[in-house]
């Protein structure tokens, strides 16, 4: 066996093995795989094979789309079958909710590329007999779709691997990993590897390998089942009907998958009552086995799947497969570079390996090459998570995922599994005064405050929220409001070289002492890759508030960036640091009846900022509000956030002061078209065409991050604007996703929306081809299978020339 290695993949599932070889494609040819046992030993063995392009996110749609495509690669290239029958697909709904919720899949389809039309449920029973038409009121056709060998598709991968050059050393386990100054120390049952690079593609036993470093990953391994039948002769008439095999399928409602497998069907179900395996560790010596079935536990189902697919109520059971594999707490894979662990690489927690893995090698594999994965990865990135995403969280979050695998989610939905969590010191004050919460990042924040006994009727279109959230939204614009924004991201940068720091990784002119910017922070690519407030508050302290969801994200690029001197230091406040905000043209004389010192507009300006008793409480008070207001964000301890809020509260008692929620929030900067990171600003946009050119300082000395490719991308002007619509919206607001139609065609897609209740308007937001950006007529967005008219929207509907703000 080699005893050095650039990179060592441990584990060879469909993951581990797909890595290894886009690494091997990409030029990393001194590349290492080791299994403990045989190729596929994982829960690639018994996987059902089924393979699709649709999912809820679209950045993961497109890596699956990649995946289905890469397959006739890898099998010519390898000579090894991959068994891949692309027989397409139909997907089922049996309420008017889950049409809905197709429709909005189908219109997703069309700016992504991939086929999907909205079909009858007659039309449905044409493409496959087996189903009853009566259960359902529609379905959407899918092209891309069916299934394949899931043992063929590994070898296919391992072996092109190694005819690129790659090696794998199967039987061989990993039992530790040292960190060593020039690498990793790889300790296995045949001795000793060193390598630069270590990818933890263990899948059932990638918690096992994440604990060698010590590192908890979110990983938690559910039993799942499939019942394969004899041959069935309706299967043989649908054959022969159809001319093809019969079609795959997904029984939403029923909660099912099914597809021919030989002469007779395969039907699975993520049932109710999902089980983990081995929640705390997974047994090494587990091998090629599966689990005892437990037909009672799918039973209620299979009841519905016998009713929907009546051939199955006289077809014989052949098998019932039982076996684990691997979720994170929402369903998506963590992959990616860790924080502190340099060279260590996460590929694990896909639980769809088989529409998933080649898109997960390849973003890996560019990572690792490039030094960036070359698409937007978020949604699928290991520092997603943060310390909140203990075991037992894990659990929760998992089994709930699990249950919930077919369900719809609302856009108005949150779900219930492991919260409250993380509370901040006012939550039970909100919570008298009726906040309804959402968790993000697992701390808990208001997004509405509704009267007793009301709360979210989940629907898609406008709910029991709307006329309070409106409410909420016009307190602010006609005198003010208050809301919780612990839930931001807050870092402080100290230390003797902080501001010459900061100079090269952020793109915008550092502030003076006391004054605050807007921060754009760009990759060596010049695209996005953050966008914060940053604030100066002595000549080498700074404070910078960003979104909070990218904490441990934005952490560990600033981590990676650190000077090895000791110079500088980044802290993360988490919640050890919250928030409060005040908006509206009242909001100064809130302000003044509690501050030590002159906040009048002349002493404390527009992104002025500066430390302050409010009250008896020390604070630090910075003049700039999301809403676009006349507004301040106030930061304080948490031991001081009852005070603070509840002496807010008294003092803008006489101004009808109201607490707001994120929903009004949200309708606020919608009219102000302000961007969000995640939504409008992400890592494969420019700042240009994002709109945030004007922040980017070409012109300072410090050659920051990203300068020469930003400079290009200004001189070349980029392919897509971010521009701001009013929608003829009638009942339902786009929330994000949704395809954007200028001229009869589909030329872009909506980042977010809603409805701006103090503009009363519905708005749209999203990215369109720069040649049409300037166009005023002909667009169109859809939404709920309508095409609303659009128009562009050159100016904020609220406060054009800022004047609010800087009042
Ligand atoms: C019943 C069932 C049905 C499924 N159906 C589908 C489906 O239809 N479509 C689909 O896409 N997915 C399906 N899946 C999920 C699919 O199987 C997984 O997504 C996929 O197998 C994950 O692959 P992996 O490589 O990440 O993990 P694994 O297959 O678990 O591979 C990990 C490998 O790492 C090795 N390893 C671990 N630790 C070490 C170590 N320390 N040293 C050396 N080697 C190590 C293991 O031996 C193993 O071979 C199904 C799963 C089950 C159980």
Same mark, same amino acid.
């Given at each position: 066996?080699?005893?050095?290695?650039?990179?060592?993949?441990?584990?060879?599932?469909?993951?581990?093995?797909?890595?290894?070889?886009?690494?091997?494609?990409?030029?990393?040819?001194?590349?290492?795989?080791?299994?403990?046992?045989?190729?596929?030993?994982?829960?690639?063995?018994?996987?059902?094979?089924?393979?699709?392009?649709?999912?809820?996110?679209?950045?993961?749609?497109?890596?699956?789309?990649?995946?289905?495509?890469?397959?006739?690669?890898?099998?010519?290239?390898?000579?090894?079958?991959?068994?891949?029958?692309?027989?397409?697909?139909?997907?089922?709904?049996?309420?008017?909710?889950?049409?809905?919720?197709?429709? @909005?899949?189908?219109?997703?389809?069309?700016?992504? @590329?991939?086929?999907?039309?909205?079909?009858?449920?007659?039309?449905?029973?044409?493409?496959?007999?087996?189903?009853?038409?009566?259960?359902?009121?529609?379905?959407?056709?899918?092209?891309?779709?069916?299934?394949?060998?899931?043992?063929?598709?590994?070898?296919?991968?391992?072996?092109?691997?190694?005819?690129?050059?790659?090696?794998?050393?199967?039987?061989?386990?990993?039992?530790?990993?040292?960190?060593?100054?020039?690498?990793?120390?790889?300790?296995?049952?045949?001795?000793?590897?060193?390598?630069?690079?270590?990818?933890?593609?263990?899948?059932?036993?990638?918690?096992?390998?994440?604990?060698?470093?010590?590192?908890?990953?979110?990983?938690?391994?559910?039993?799942?089942?499939?019942?394969?039948?004899?041959?069935?002769?309706?299967?043989?008439?649908?054959?022969?009907?159809?001319?093809?095999?019969?079609?795959?399928?997904?029984?939403?409602? @029923?909660?099912?998958?099914?597809?021919?497998?030989?002469?007779?069907?395969?039907?699975?179900?993520?049932?109710?009552?999902?089980?983990?395996?081995?929640?705390?560790?997974?047994?090494?010596?587990?091998?090629?086995?599966?689990?005892?079935?437990?037909?009672?536990?799918?039973?209620?189902?299979?009841?519905?799947?016998?009713?929907?697919?009546?051939?199955?109520?006289?077809?014989?059971?052949?098998?019932?497969?039982?076996?684990?594999?691997?979720?994170?707490?929402?369903?998506?894979?963590?992959?990616?570079?860790?924080?502190?662990?340099?060279?260590?690489?996460?590929?694990?927690?896909?639980?769809?390996?088989?529409?998933? @893995?080649?898109?997960?090698?390849?973003?890996?594999?560019?990572?690792?090459?490039?030094?960036?994965?070359?698409?937007?990865?978020?949604?699928?990135?290991?520092?997603?998570?943060?310390?909140?995403?203990?075991?037992?969280?894990?659990?929760?979050?998992?089994?709930?995922?699990?249950?919930?695998?077919?369900?719809?989610?609302?856009?108005?939905?949150?779900?219930?599994?492991?919260?409250?969590?993380?509370?901040?010191?006012?939550?039970?004050?909100?919570?008298?005064?009726?906040?309804?919460?959402?968790?993000?990042?697992?701390?808990?924040?208001?997004?509405?405050?509704?009267?007793?006994?009301?709360?979210?009727?989940?629907?898609?279109?406008?709910?029991?929220?709307?006329?309070?959230?409106?409410?909420?939204?016009?307190?602010?614009?006609?005198?003010?409001?208050?809301?919780?924004?612990?839930?931001?991201?807050?870092?402080?940068?100290?230390?003797?070289?902080?501001?010459?720091?900061?100079?090269?990784?952020?793109?915008?002119?550092?502030?003076?002492?006391?004054?605050?910017?807007?921060?754009?922070?760009?990759?060596?690519?010049?695209?996005?890759?953050?966008?914060?407030?940053?604030?100066?508050?002595?000549?080498?302290?700074?404070?910078?508030?960003?979104?909070?969801?990218?904490?441990?994200?934005?952490?560990?690029?600033?981590?990676?960036?650190?000077?090895?001197?000791?110079?500088?230091?980044?802290?993360?406040?988490?919640?050890?640091?919250?928030?409060?905000?005040?908006?509206?043209?009242?909001?100064?004389?809130?302000?003044?009846?509690?501050?030590?010192?002159?906040?009048?507009?002349?002493?404390?300006?527009?992104?002025?900022?500066?430390?302050?008793?409010?009250?008896?409480?020390?604070?630090?008070?910075?003049?700039?509000?999301?809403?676009?207001?006349?507004?301040?964000?106030?930061?304080?301890?948490?031991?001081?956030?009852?005070?603070?809020?509840?002496?807010?509260?008294?003092?803008?008692?006489?101004?009808?002061?109201?607490?707001?929620?994120?929903?009004?929030?949200?309708?606020?900067?919608?009219?102000?078209?302000?961007?969000?990171?995640?939504?409008?600003?992400?890592?494969?946009?420019?700042?240009?065409?994002?709109?945030?050119?004007?922040?980017?300082?070409?012109?300072?000395?410090?050659?920051?991050?990203?300068?020469?490719?930003?400079?290009?991308?200004?001189?070349?002007?980029?392919?897509?604007?971010?521009?701001?619509?009013?929608?003829?919206?009638?009942?339902?607001?786009?929330?994000?996703?949704?395809?954007?139609?200028?001229?009869?065609?589909?030329?872009?897609?909506?980042?977010?929306?809603?409805?701006?209740?103090?503009?009363?308007?519905?708005?749209?937001?999203?990215?369109?081809?720069?040649?049409?950006?300037?166009?005023?007529?002909?667009?169109?967005?859809?939404?709920?299978?309508?095409?609303?008219?659009?128009?562009?929207?050159?100016?904020?509907?609220?406060?054009?020339?800022?004047?609010?703000?800087?009042?």
């Amino acid at each position: 066996m080699k005893t050095h290695a650039k990179v060592v993949v441990i584990g060879g599932g469909v993951v581990g093995c797909s890595v290894l070889y886009h690494l091997a494609k990409g030029g990393w040819k001194d590349a290492l795989l080791l299994e403990r046992s045989e190729l596929t030993s994982g829960s690639t063995w018994h996987a059902a094979g089924g393979m699709h392009t649709i999912n809820g996110d679209p950045n993961v749609a497109k890596l699956q789309q990649y995946t289905i495509d890469l397959y006739k690669e890898i099998e010519d290239l390898s000579g090894q079958a991959t068994g891949v029958h692309l027989t397409g697909g139909v997907m089922l709904a049996a309420t008017q909710e889950r049409l809905d919720w197709m429709k @909005g899949i189908v219109a997703k389809g069309r700016y992504l @590329g991939i086929e999907a039309d909205l079909i009858s449920p007659e039309e449905a029973h044409d493409i496959m007999p087996l189903l009853d038409p009566s259960y359902f009121v529609g379905a959407v056709k899918t092209v891309v779709d069916g299934h394949l060998d899931p043992s063929g598709v590994t070898h296919a991968y391992a072996k092109s691997a190694r005819k690129l050059g790659a090696s794998i050393e199967t039987h061989c386990k990993v039992e530790a990993l040292e960190r060593r100054p020039d690498g990793w120390l790889v300790r296995t049952d045949k001795g000793d590897v060193i390598a630069e690079h270590v990818v933890n593609a263990g899948g059932l036993w990638a918690r096992e390998v994440g604990r060698m470093v010590g590192l908890e990953l979110p990983v938690l391994a559910m039993e799942h089942m499939y019942l394969i039948t004899e041959d069935m002769p309706e299967v043989a008439e649908a054959n022969a009907m159809t001319g093809g095999e019969v079609i795959h399928a997904i029984d939403f409602d @029923g909660e099912l998958y099914l597809r021919q497998e030989r002469g007779g069907m395969l039907m699975g179900t993520y049932e109710k009552a999902g089980k983990p395996w081995s929640p705390r560790t997974t047994p090494w010596e587990f091998g090629h086995e599966l689990l005892q079935p437990d037909i009672d536990r799918i039973a209620p189902s299979l009841e519905v799947g016998f009713e929907h697919f009546p051939a199955f109520q006289t077809a014989g059971i052949k098998q019932i497969i039982n076996g684990p594999f691997t979720f994170a707490p929402d369903g998506n894979p963590l992959i990616g570079p860790v924080k502190g662990l340099p060279g260590f690489w996460c590929a694990c927690g896909v639980m769809a390996g088989f529409s998933q @893995g080649g898109g997960v090698g390849l973003a890996l594999a560019n990572w690792m090459i490039e030094r960036d994965p070359g698409f937007d990865v978020f949604a699928m990135d290991v520092a997603r998570f943060g310390d909140f995403a203990t075991l037992a969280y894990t659990s929760a979050k998992v089994q709930e995922n699990y249950a919930r695998r077919f369900s719809i989610r609302f856009p108005n939905e949150e779900l219930p599994a492991a919260r409250p969590l993380k509370t901040t010191p006012i939550y039970d004050l909100l919570a008298g005064m009726g906040a309804q919460f959402g968790a993000a990042h697992g701390l808990e924040a208001a997004l509405w405050y509704a009267p007793e006994g009301v709360s979210d009727r989940f629907s898609w279109r406008r709910s029991s929220d709307f006329d309070h959230v409106g409410a909420e939204a016009r307190a602010v614009r006609d005198s003010v409001g208050v809301i919780e924004i612990s839930g931001f991201a807050k870092y402080s940068v100290t230390g003797a070289g902080a501001a010459a720091w900061l100079d090269r990784m952020l793109a915008c002119r550092i502030p003076a002492r006391g004054r605050m910017a807007l921060a754009p922070m760009l990759k060596a690519d010049g695209r996005l890759i953050g966008d914060f407030t940053l604030a100066r508050l002595a000549e080498e302290e700074f404070f910078i508030a960003g979104s909070g969801i990218a904490e441990d994200y934005h952490m560990r690029w600033f981590d990676q960036h650190l000077p090895g001197d000791g110079s500088v230091s980044v802290m993360a406040h988490g919640a050890g640091l919250v928030g409060l905000s005040i908006a509206g043209p009242n909001a100064r004389r809130v302000l003044a009846k509690l501050a030590d010192r002159d906040v009048s507009a002349q002493a404390f300006k527009f992104m002025d900022i500066a430390r302050m008793d409010l009250g008896m409480a020390p604070a630090l008070v910075g003049r700039v509000s999301f809403t676009g207001d006349l507004g301040y964000e106030i930061w304080m301890k948490p031991e001081y956030q009852r005070y603070i809020f509840t002496e807010l509260m008294a003092a803008g008692a006489e101004f009808g002061i109201r607490p707001f929620g994120l929903r009004a929030l949200n309708a606020l900067r919608l009219e102000k078209n302000f961007g969000g990171w995640a939504r409008e600003y992400r890592p494969v946009y420019t700042p240009y065409e994002a709109d945030l050119g004007r922040f980017v300082a070409l012109g300072k000395d410090a050659d920051f991050i990203g300068k020469a490719a930003a400079a290009d991308h200004k001189a070349e002007g980029g392919k897509m604007r971010l521009r701001a619509f009013v929608v003829q919206a009638k009942d339902a607001d786009v929330i994000g996703d949704e395809p954007i139609w200028h001229d009869g065609a589909v030329v872009g897609w909506v980042t977010s929306g809603g409805y701006a209740h103090a503009s009363q308007r519905s708005v749209a937001i999203g990215y369109v081809p720069r040649e049409l950006a300037e166009t005023d007529d002909g667009w169109q967005i859809e939404l709920l299978g309508d095409r609303l008219a659009a128009s562009l929207q050159r100016q904020p509907l609220f406060d054009a020339n800022g004047s609010r703000m800087r009042a």
